[in-house]
């Protein structure tokens, strides 16, 4: 007889983020997981994309062991995929019309108390619950756990409920990630420390609160480089310079917490508040649907510094993001 496991996870959309939350979900040994893609080629996706993902690659075996185990499923149709689900996880585009069609054809198959998770990047559970039925109560449990890429390493999980997702559901979420082991560090040993970082947040907003402190950055940034003020390379390197390592140390707030002296972040804001006003006024307001001309700069420069991004050099950023991350939990105590 197949083994039930406690969690049973149906992840649709196996893009991206999809294929990194399946290495992420893998690392439970409670949970299985049956995944769904409309793109015919998906489980060639699996096969050449996952266990790139994984702390180690395994045997060449691997995928046909999960799904031998059934702890992984490859599903047809979201019927099937959600058949039996405890959890149901979705990827898909980032479209509010195609995420709310989802929800409604998962609405009238899943199990009454299934938990629904979005990965979503900014469109609200609510938005996204909207077509649905109230007496599907898909409100009432629908949240979003918003990752940062690549979920399978970055620590965030943002979870953002609509104002009618149950108490309840948040405090499990929180819980699931929370009990996630982390990558295998060197040595080959998982940290002994929690490694997923679930922030929840009061209020939905759009682009929640990560996406609008990185687009923030990302519009200045873009502003700089159209005027002419800095090249697109000397921005990064000016990042990975100084706000980088400070904020993998400390936050914004205890940054200028620690730099205000005795006066704390108080005093920080009181002594700089012309020099802070005066940025503040003077700050890019570009529209990405405006004119393009600082787009064309930014785009050009980042091609020319860092060309076609490979598959060694995403390697590469991947095993220096886990590094971070690793050095962070053996202190994250005193953060
Ligand atoms: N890429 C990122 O950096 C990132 C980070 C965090 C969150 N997100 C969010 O994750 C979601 C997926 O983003 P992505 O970058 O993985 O996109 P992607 O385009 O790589 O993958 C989307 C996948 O969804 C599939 N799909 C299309 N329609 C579907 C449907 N009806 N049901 C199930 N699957 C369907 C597609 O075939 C594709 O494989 C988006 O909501 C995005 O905002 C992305
Ligand atoms: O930076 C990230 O990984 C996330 O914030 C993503 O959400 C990213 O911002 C984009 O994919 C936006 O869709």
């Not at 406690?6 to 992420?24: E, F, K, N, Y």
């Not at 490694?195 to 940034?221: C, D, M, Q, S």
């Not at 020099?275 to 930014?298: A, Y």
């Not at 020319?304 to 598959?311: Q, R």
């Amino acid at each position: 007889m197949a083994t039930e496991y406690p969690h049973r996870i149906a992840l649709l959309g196996l893009g991206t983020i999809g294929l990194s939350m399946l290495a992420m979900h893998l690392r439970r040994p409670d949970t299985s997981i049956t995944v769904y893609d409309p793109r015919p080629d998906y489980e060639s996706q699996i096969r050449s994309t996952l266990p790139t993902l994984l702390d180690s690659p395994g045997s060449p075996t691997l995928i046909d062991d999960l799904i031998r185990t059934t702890r992984l499923k490859l599903s047809t149709t979201v019927a099937e995929a959600i058949q039996n689900a405890t959890i149901i996880q979705e990827q898909s585009p980032e479209v509010t019309s195609s995420k709310q069609a989802l929800w409604k054809e998962v609405a009238g198959l899943a199990g009454p108390d299934t938990h629904l998770w979005s990965s979503s990047s900014g469109i609200s559970a609510s938005a996204q619950a909207s077509g649905c039925s109230a007496a599907d109560r898909v409100a009432e449990r629908l949240l979003v756990a918003h990752p940062f890429n690549p979920p399978h390493l970055m620590p965030l999980v943002e979870i953002v409920p609509g104002p009618e997702t149950e108490a309840e559901r948040v405090e499990f979420v929180k819980k699931y990630f929370g009990d996630i082991p982390g990558p295998a560090v060197s040595g080959g040993d998982q940290s002994a420390s929690q490694h997923y970082r679930p922030i929840t947040l009061h209020k939905e907003v759009p682009g929640f609160v990560g996406n609008r402190l990185a687009f923030a950055l990302l519009r200045e940034a873009c502003y700089l480089v159209g005027e002419g003020v800095v090249s697109a390379r000397d921005l990064d390197s000016l990042v990975t310079a100084s706000l980088g390592p400070r904020w993998a140390g400390s936050g914004v707030f205890e940054s200028y917490h620690a730099g205000g002296g005795e006066g704390g972040i108080g005093a920080f804001l009181q002594k700089l508040a012309p020099t802070i006003q005066d940025v503040w006024g003077d700050l890019g307001q570009i529209d990405i649907q405006g004119e393009q001309g600082w787009k064309d700069l930014v785009v050009q420069q980042t091609e020319d510094a860092y060309g076609p991004y490979t598959p060694e050099t995403r390697k590469k950023k991947q095993e220096m993001l886990r590094d971070v991350v690793e050095l962070q939990k053996k202190k994250w105590g005193e953060l």
